[in-house]
Structure formats: C-alpha cells, structure tokens
C-alpha cells in the first residue's frame, strides 16, 4: 500500500479491526463447538451411567442417538472445510 492509499483508507481502519476481531471470535467458536471430544466424553459418561444403573435403556439410547447425531454433523463440517 502506498502513503496515499493508507491515507484515504485510514478512517476505514477501526471497522477492519473490528471485522478481524469478528473473525477471530467466529472461529474460536466454531473450533469449540466442532470438537468431537466433548461428545465422546459425554458418550462414555453416558455408557457408565447405564451400566450403574443410573439411567434406564430407552433414555440411553434416546441419548445416544442425540450424541450420534451431533458426531456426523461435526464429521460433515470437518469434511467440507477441506
């Protein structure tokens, strides 16, 4: 950029660091809520709540399948960004 193109874009800087920032934010956001690791320990702390006896079969697998659901989601974003 040249010292002319600077100056007439320097009013526009704060709105670029705040678009950075957005960005940033956004994908922060988006590392944690596609990280499959949360849902595989919710996973075996659902398994080991059956297996005490905790929770009945039916809510199990109504669970199960929720968690499940959420891993091909994050399988399907994964997939797509490459």
Do not use: C, N
């Not at 007439?8 to 956004?26: H, N």
């Not at 398994?47 to 109504?62: K, P, S």
């Amino acid at each position: 950029m040249g010292l002319l193109t600077q100056l007439l874009t320097l009013p526009l800087a704060p709105v670029r660091g705040v678009v950075w920032v957005a960005e940033r934010v956004t994908e922060k956001a988006e590392e944690e809520y596609y990280d499959p690791a949360p849902i595989w320990r919710e996973l075996a702390d659902l398994e080991g709540r059956l297996v005490r006896g905790e929770i009945d079969q039916e809510a199990f697998d109504q669970r199960e399948d929720e968690l499940i659901d959420r891993l091909e989601e994050i399988t399907a974003f994964r997939q797509g960004m490459s």
